[in-house]
């Protein structure tokens, strides 16, 4: 079923002829203050091919959020590179939506659920009848029909992140990065939106890069799990995820296979809040 | 995903609906208690005014009765329009253009640190000349006509619009500042739905401030030079001794104000209604 989703992906999107769309090479990050410099992200490489799900999983603090508004160009990098459909990130580019970690701070507080979500359909210039149908899709895929005309700070918290990552699924783009949007929702709902991230990534064919503490969720979601080391940060490992792309919360989760990703994922995550460092970085110091 | 909508009801609507239960009684009784509170202080303040003048002999303050039987004759026989309302388009004019210039510099000088950089110790030693001083001057530059009296309001009430702009764009929260980036809100949309909107809450105090600096202004500078205005009949009728009259010009002066700050509160109460439900939100009061 991949094979010829994949296959009118490539049709839209504009690639290389290796499918490559997002290619990260030695991303450096430090953060300049009085204080001090922080090194935040010390060489990140890596590329995703054209409609895979990404999933990066690290300790606190790793640079997950620096990594994911480096790529997004909000943040220029100290050195390194960033390439997004064969152009170099300089700002943000056209066909990228961001789900913040600041979820409920990315929420224009004077407009309404569906002004928020409307106004980047607006300024893509999509039509008005359009318009509307996509406000009112998104939001009824994300539980929130009955609220368009309220205000964000008239929602509680998960709320609020369901209408941020709406706003992402009406815009409808080609690469959706989004920074541990689920932290705020209950269980039940949370696999729901996990569903519906899913769904969305397979029906649009989009790029999907997810932040996520959650070790399950990120095998859930990805083709491929990088796992950052503490800061400063490199990777650790690219773990494949070789499983179905068909997928659902009850018999992926049951896979033995899963299980095993789950043990592979969780020590590496728990060497690396040890300070544990891959083997190429330590033989080269 | 039925589960979703379970929690979803807004609570907006929870308290609209509270307020709606409401009997009408109840209602009334609570708009008439507003109305006590309101007026009780000025109505107190009149009767004391009233009873201590009535039997005073002094000639600078005339019983308020006299005052008050002098009002008519003296505004409505064609003052109003001689007066008042000149007065009134200088104060709207100058007015007006403070708040524009003020917003406009403000969100220059707030977007790019480094303009910031270079105009903040000029816009403080601005801010820091008392508006009237720069009356004398600028009657010698512009005379005493129309345009001199609005400059001079505009040259007031400016600072206070445009150093709490400054403010308000500087902080706009930054979530914010890159969901328009990412999501390419073009330079216009981005103008008006995020940096204005954002910055309202602070452009608002500012001009709050400015509307009185700006009255105190159009007061002075019809004082100073000028053939009509409620300012020059104030003080034509203190230099005839016509003391009653006097008294009515500062009444309707005070009145003139009071009229300002209610229009200039029911606009604030429209701007800025997110804001302040956005405030009671975040002190805990709907969750
Ligand atoms: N604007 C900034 N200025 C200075 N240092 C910063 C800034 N933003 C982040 N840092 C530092 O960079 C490091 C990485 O931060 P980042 O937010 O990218 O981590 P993260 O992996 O997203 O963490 P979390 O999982 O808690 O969200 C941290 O040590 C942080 O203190
Ligand atoms: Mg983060």
Redesign the interface.
């Known amino acids: 079923m991949t094979a010829t989703t994949k296959a009118t992906i490539t049709t839209t999107t504009t690639t290389t002829a290796t499918g490559e769309l997002l290619r990260v090479s030695g991303l450096r990050k430090v953060y300049g203050s009085s204080g001090g410099a922080t090194e935040a992200v010390r060489d990140l490489t890596f590329a995703t091919r054209t409609g895979e799900a990404v999933c990066i999983v690290g300790p606190s603090g790793a640079g997950k959020t620096t990594l994911l508004?480096c790529i997004?160009?909000?943040l220029p990098p100290t050195s390194g590179e960033v390439v997004l459909e064969d152009r170099p990130v300089a700002?943000?580019p056209?066909g990228?939506?961001?789900v913040?970690q600041?979820y409920a701070?990315?929420?224009?507080?004077?407009?309404t659920v569906a002004q928020n979500v409307e106004?980047?359909l607006?300024?893509?210039r999509v039509a008005k009848g359009e318009r509307r149908r996509l406000v009112a899709e998104s939001l009824e895929?994300?539980?929130?029909?009955?609220?368009p005309g309220?205000?964000p700070?008239?929602?509680?918290g998960?709320?609020q992140q369901?209408v941020a990552i709406a706003?992402a699924v009406a815009?409808e783009p080609h690469i959706l990065l989004m920074d541990e949007p689920f932290a705020a929702v209950d269980a039940?709902?949370r696999a729901?939106l996990e569903d519906?991230v899913r769904s969305l990534w397979t029906r649009l064919g989009i790029t999907l890069l997810f932040v996520t503490h959650d070790i399950d969720e990120a095998i859930y979601l990805g083709q491929r799990v990088l796992v950052l080391s503490s800061r400063p940060t490199v990777i650790l490992e690219d773990v494949a995820v070789d499983l179905p792309d068909e997928r659902d919360q009850l018999t992926t989760r049951n896979d033995p296979r899963f299980q095993e990703l789950r043990t592979r994922v969780y020590e590496l995550v728990q060497r690396a809040k040890r300070g544990h460092r891959p083997a190429s970085e330590v033989t080269l110091s | 995903?039925t589960?979703?909508?379970a929690?979803?009801?807004?609570?907006?609507?929870a308290r609209e609906t509270a307020c709606e239960a409401e009997p009408p009684a109840a209602r009334l009784a609570r708009y008439g208690r507003r109305l006590a509170v309101l007026l009780g202080l000025p109505a107190v303040l009149a009767a004391v005014w009233w009873i201590v003048s009535e039997r005073a002999e002094n000639f600078f303050f005339p019983p308020l009765s006299d005052i008050l039987s002098a009002f008519g004759p003296t505004w409505f026989d064609g003052r109003i329009a001689a007066d008042l309302l000149p007065s009134l388009g200088r104060l709207a004019a100058g007015y007006l253009l403070a708040v524009a210039l003020g917003v406009a510099l403000g969100v220059l000088i707030g977007t790019w640190p480094s303009l910031r950089a270079f105009a903040e110790p000029v816009l403080e030693f601005f801010r820091a000349i008392p508006p009237p001083v720069m009356v004398p001057i600028l009657m010698l530059f512009l005379g005493i006509d129309t345009l001199m009296k609005v400059v001079v309001i505009v040259s007031g009430a400016v600072w206070p619009v445009l150093l709490n702009t400054v403010e308000g764009v500087r902080g706009i929260?930054?979530?914010?500042r890159?969901?328009a980036?990412?999501?390419?809100?073009?330079p216009l949309?981005r103008l008006r739905?995020?940096v204005l909107?954002?910055a309202?809450p602070q452009i608002v105090t500012g001009a709050r401030q400015a509307l009185s600096i700006a009255i105190v202004l159009m007061v002075i500078s019809e004082m100073f030079a000028a053939n009509n205005g409620l300012g020059f009949s104030i003080v034509q009728f203190q230099r005839g001794f016509a003391l009653p009259e006097m008294w009515t010009g500062i009444i309707l002066l005070g009145l003139v104000g009071l009229a300002l700050s209610l229009i200039f509160r029911a606009v604030e109460a429209t701007v800025l209604a997110?804001?302040r439900?956005?405030r009671r939100?975040?002190r805990g009061g709907?969750?």
Not at chain 2, 181 to 186: A, S
């Open positions: 508004r997004a160009g909000l700002g943000p056209e990228m939506a961001v913040f600041d701070r990315s929420l224009f507080p004077w407009l106004l980047p607006r300024e893509k895929a994300v539980g929130l029909a009955d609220v309220s205000y700070w008239q929602l509680s998960g709320m369901r706003r815009y039940q709902t729901d519906l | 995903m589960s979703l909508t929690p979803a009801a807004a609570p907006g609507a929260d930054r979530p914010l890159d969901t980036r990412v999501y390419r809100l073009r949309t739905t995020v909107r954002g309202s997110w804001y439900g956005q939100a975040q709907n969750r």
